[in-house]
Every structure is written in structure tokens, then in C-alpha cells.
Nanobody, 120 residues
């Protein structure tokens, strides 16, 4: 079994920056895709950015040029650097990873979520 723990959320003024981290732990054999999603009040959860084990990235259009996803495979950690934040970026941000745990098949895992609030 694996777990994802996020950190780095908080309150920031518009135009500011935050860096989110998500560390995977547990009985992990390998981690494939990792990504960040977000969910604002009253809205569906949406993809923010994703990264493969080889480092290929994919971003939602509204995040391109402002957000950067990266990962440290040695630390089983994925990061999201968020710059030029806007009030509409306010949401709970969730980490997601596709993990092969020891003795188990590939499964998707979610973190508990971290709140990001951008004030105008």
C-alpha cells in the first residue's frame, strides 16, 4: 500500500508564488505518472498538470506558462511551482500518482489535498 502526502499550500496575494510538494511513501515498487488536480468550490476536479516517469509533462491550457511540474524520482516526490497566481487559482489541490506497490498491481492514489487561496 502507498500513501501520498502533500504540503506547501497556503494564502498568497495575486501575482505571488507557491510551491506544492507531494511525497509518496509505503511499499512502492515503481511510480508511473504523477500529477496535480484541483477542485474549486462548486466545481468539478480538474487536471492542472501531469508528468510521466520519464519527465514528459502535460498542462491544462490556463496553467501553461505559469505553473511548472517536476519530480524527483529518487525521493518519490512531485512538485508544482505556481507563479503569477490569480484569485481564480483558489482551490484545493490534490496530488495523484499511479503506483505499483509491492505485491500489488498498478493503482491510482490520491493525496488528502492542500488548500491554496489567492487573494485579490
Amino acid at each position: 500500500q502507498a500513501q501520498l502526502v502533500e504540503s506547501g499550500g497556503g494564502l498568497v496575494q495575486a501575482g505571488g508564488s507557491l510551491r506544492l510538494s507531494c511525497a509518496a511513501s509505503g511499499s512502492i515498487s515503481s511510480i508511473q505518472d504523477m500529477g496535480w488536480y484541483r477542485q474549486a468550490p462548486g466545481k468539478q476536479r480538474e487536471l492542472v498538470a501531469a508528468i510521466t516517469s520519464g519527465g514528459s509533462t502535460n498542462y491544462a491550457d490556463s496553467m501553461k506558462g505559469r505553473f511548472t511540474i517536476s519530480r524527483d524520482n529518487a525521493k518519490n516526490t512531485v512538485y508544482l511551482q505556481m507563479n503569477s497566481l490569480k484569485p481564480e487559482d483558489t482551490a484545493v489541490y490534490y496530488c495523484n500518482a499511479k503506483i505499483v506497490s509491492t505485491g500489488r498491481s498498478l493503482a491510482g492514489y490520491w493525496g488528502q489535498g492542500t488548500q491554496v487561496t489567492v487573494s485579490s
